[in-house]
Nanobody
């Protein structure tokens, strides 16, 4: 059974930082491209950052220079370090695994107060 479990969300003031984690089980993690997406109320889910199985990263323009995605294949975990958070970063953040199939986590709420 495949599971992606996100953690690390919460409430933070603008300018603060959070680190999200997504722990995967039931997949050969190192094969998978991993991504973080977010969905704010009334908006479509959007890509935040992704990292390929080979370690190549790319980011949404809105988070470049503030967020960093990384992965630890030994721990089957992908991370999203979020710095200089803004109120517009408020959303539910989802982890996605993509290789021969696509899997999603259940999401973790990030709320940034002004």
């Amino acid at each position: 059974q495949v599971q992606l479990v996100e953690s690390g969300g919460g409430l933070v003031h603008a300018g603060g930082s959070l680190r999200l984690s997504c722990a995967a089980s039931g997949i050969i993690f190192s094969f998978y491209n991993m991504g973080w997406y977010r969905q704010a109320p009334g908006k479509q889910r959007e890509l935040v950052a992704r990292i390929t199985s080979g370690g190549t990263t790319n980011y949404a323009d809105s988070v470049k220079g503030r967020f960093t995605i990384s992965r630890d294949n030994a721990k089957n975990t992908v991370y999203l370090q979020m710095n200089t958070l803004k109120p517009e970063d408020t959303a539910v953040y989802y982890c996605k695994a993509n290789y021969n199939r696509v899997y999603w986590g259940q999401g973790t709420q990030v709320t940034v107060s002004s």
